[in-house]
């Protein structure tokens, strides 16, 4: 028997015969009464039966159908709400809708295909799926989409306040910022994995008992692992450097940027643009200094002047020091020091040792350049030179007279 067309139960089949005369109290207002769930599945079981499949065919396609539509158009709304994301001055609603994307749309294919498994397993032997199973499931599609969400959020919240601070010209220490992000990933897996095993009627106690074993085991398995994770976290807790910095070690050939600080190992950029990959457990053992912390750069040179100019070696040495003491780039709060120092082999050397007011490496080299021609000048002022290595050879008179005369019979 065919069931009456449409759901208020007032018309025929086909529905274009169909005269529906239900009304509602109110004036003017032609309203379905609501359809029940078994009645639906026998209007399915109708419609599949003039298409030529079953009902419950056709109720999961249309379960797929109804997951894909609402796919298509949740894509268009992120798509859209991204856009208004962008426009804004905060990066915080940034975070959030690169949090939502994908976990959202697993979610709702994940729960459409266990809705459709809902509708295919009592009318197949072939799934066999029971009912606790598929609510166990669906529980944890809820889990992972959450689990991802939160995982992405903190990712997302880590660059949003990274770049507002960049963009705000504010400092901020990438390092901290990065260990933090990492242990709220790291707990949010934790609890997602716990959860999972709640779900699962997993015994918790048991799991992290056996996780206590097994942890031990790891441990004395790969000891310089967890040396270096501590080494990893020792340096995040001491931070003798921070990404970004320019760091060197005597104890070894390490020299170079620091770009990355992982849990295992530091990464450093070395300045011939080569990667050095250093465990984290060699700081542990290795002293580490960091030039990126210098207030100044310093110059400390020796100038030689000849020992025929030695006359004019106060007054040279008093505008040396007057020049760097007036200099604008010199650092006059720091120690200024321009004094005669040695009679070396070759010339009379001029100490000079100041501080610059850049910490910049091409900066420093042009101060530094600019200090060394106008010693140069002050130099040449005074009408003394810059010495350069010379040998002086003393003869004996007999001697002397010897060469001449082998000379002039040479000549002759």
């Not at 910022?177 to 609890?191: E, K, Q, Y």
């Not at 990464?267 to 990667?275: A, G, N, V």
């Amino acid at each position: 028997m065919l069931l009456p067309w449409p759901p208020c139960m007032g018309g025929r089949w086909p529905p274009w015969k169909n005269k529906c005369r239900c009304r509602s109290s109110g004036p003017g207002a032609n309203l379905f009464k609501p359809l029940p769930i078994s009645t639906m599945t026998e209007y399915l079981n109708q419609i599949g039966g003039v298409v030529g499949m079953p009902g419950w065919v056709l109720k999961a396609f249309l379960i797929i159908l109804a997951a894909l539509l609402l796919e298509f158009f949740y894509r268009i709304f992120v798509g859209k709400l991204a856009g208004l994301a962008e426009k804004t001055s905060h990066l915080w609603d940034d975070a959030l809708v690169y949090a939502g994307k994908r976990p959202v749309s697993l979610l709702i294919w994940w729960q459409g295909l266990v809705m459709a498994a809902r509708v295919i397993e009592p009318n197949t032997e072939a799934v066999g799926f029971s009912a606790d199973f598929l609510n166990a499931l669906q529980q944890l599609g809820l889990v992972v989409a959450a689990t991802w969400f939160f995982f992405r959020l903190a990712t997302g919240f880590e660059k949003a306040f990274v770049a507002e601070r960049r963009k705000r010209n504010e400092s901020v220490d990438i390092t901290t910022v990065s260990v933090l992000g990492r242990i709220v990933r790291i707990a949010v897996i934790l609890t997602g994995v716990l959860t999972v095993l709640s779900i699962l009627d997993i015994p918790i106690s048991g799991f992290l008992a056996a996780g206590g074993v097994g942890g031990i085991a790891v441990g004395l398995a790969a000891r310089d692992l967890l040396a270096n994770f501590f080494g990893g976290f020792m340096v995040f807790m001491d931070r003798p450097f921070s990404v970004g910095d320019w760091v060197r070690s005597p104890d070894k050939e390490i020299e170079g940027t620091v770009e990355h600080i992982g849990w295992r190992m530091t990464t450093i950029r070395k300045f011939d643009r080569r990667p050095m990959y250093v465990p984290n457990a060699t700081f542990t053992t290795i002293t580490v200094e960091n030039p990126s912390r210098m207030t100044h750069r310093r110059i400390f040179d020796h100038i030689g002047i000849r020992y025929d100019d030695q006359d004019v070696i106060r007054p040279v040495v008093d505008a040396i020091r007057e020049m760097i003491q007036t200099h604008e780039d010199i650092a006059t709060d720091q120690i200024i020091m321009v004094h005669f120092d040695v009679y070396g082999p070759h010339s009379l050397d001029i100490m000079v040792y100041c501080f610059t007011k850049t910490r910049n490496w091409q900066e420093f080299h042009r101060v530094r350049e600019d200090v060394m021609l106008k010693i140069g000048e002050i130099i040449a002022a005074h009408g003394a030179e810059i010495a350069f290595p010379t040998r002086t050879l003393k003869v004996e008179m007999a001697e002397r007279m010897a060469l001449e005369q082998a000379a002039a019979s040479e000549a002759s």
